[in-house]
């Protein structure tokens, strides 16, 4: 089949996944519309046709999808429509989130023709910075062309050479550190609205605990450097997650 149209379904709290998503479907030689579901009520749930294609991207938090992209995620549906599964990782490990999207294709009706896994700065310290960079995003236009070749002899299903283990690994649920706001904050509503959890309060300062995923968009959005890390562990803990991911990964596809 030749696709008439590339959807990319999105959840990328600072970016990155959005990016290495778009990149793929660029490869793909047709029209691309993009649906970020990253921020609640976004995109409302559609169904897809057999004569297009899907992208989904998400971040891997603890060797899954983060538990909020798959709740965007329901209610999307296919009919036998070629789905592209990727993620983006912070130099560690994707673990079973790839296998997880699998999953998710074929219980709601999609096929997963194809999986790419892509390095990304990770959310905490400095760890593959500016990745992807424009060569990796080279690359991921590189593998959509080589999908679109491959549907053009016929959708088949990839599952088996996606990696990942059923059960999956407990993951998935968001991180530990919780960020502060400083008083230059001016209430300007940006980081409450665009929050992925809701966990930012009315006051724009006040952060639910519960809620909050350690995702950081509000650290990376707020116009005033007014929401930041301030947790006296952090510090301590970037010292020897740097030193251990310091080792450079590849992007890793799947077809
Ligand atoms: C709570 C949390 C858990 C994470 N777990 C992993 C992980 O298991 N492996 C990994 O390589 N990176 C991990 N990361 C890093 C993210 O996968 C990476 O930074 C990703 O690119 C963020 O995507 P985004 O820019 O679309 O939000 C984690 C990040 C967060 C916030
Ligand atoms: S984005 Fe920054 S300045 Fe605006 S409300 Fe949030 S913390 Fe305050
Ligand atoms: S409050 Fe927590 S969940 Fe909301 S944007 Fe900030 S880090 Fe992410």
Do not use: W
Not at 52 to 78: D, H, K
Not at 87 to 98: E, I, P
Request: glycine letters at 10%.
């Amino acid at each position: 089949m030749i696709p008439k149209k590339a959807t990319v379904l999105v959840f990328s709290p600072t970016g990155t996944s959005k990016k290495s998503a778009v990149a793929v479907a660029r490869g793909l030689g047709c029209p691309v519309e993009l649906l970020d579901l990253t921020v609640p009520g976004a995109a409302a749930p559609r169904a897809f046709g057999p004569d297009e294609v899907v992208v989904l991207g998400t971040p891997c938090y603890s060797g899954r999808v983060p538990q909020l992209a798959m709740s965007r995620l329901a209610g999307f549906t296919g009919d036998h429509t070629p789905c592209i599964v990727t993620v983006t990782f912070g130099n560690r490990h994707f673990d079973d989130a790839l296998a997880e999207l699998c999953d998710f294709c074929q219980n709601s009706g999609f096929v997963p023709v194809a999986g790419a896994a892509m390095v990304a700065q990770h959310t905490f310290g400095q760890i593959a910075v500016g990745r992807p960079t424009a060569e990796d995003e080279a690359d991921d236009t590189a593998f959509g062309q080589k999908v679109a070749q491959a549907l053009e002899t016929g959708i088949v299903d990839r599952t088996g050479a996606i990696p990942g283990n059923r059960p999956y690994k407990d993951g998935g649920s968001g991180g530990k550190f919780r960020p502060s706001t400083l008083d230059t904050c001016v209430s300007c509503g940006l980081c409450r609205k665009n929050c992925p959890a809701g966990a930012i309060g009315d006051d724009n300062r006040t952060i639910d605990n519960e809620k909050c995923l350690s995702c950081f968009r509000c650290i990376a959005l707020c116009p005033k450097k007014a929401k930041a890390m301030r947790d006296p562990g952090y510090d301590a803990f970037c010292v020897k997650f740097n030193e251990m991911l310091a080792q450079r990964q590849e992007n890793r596809y799947f077809l």
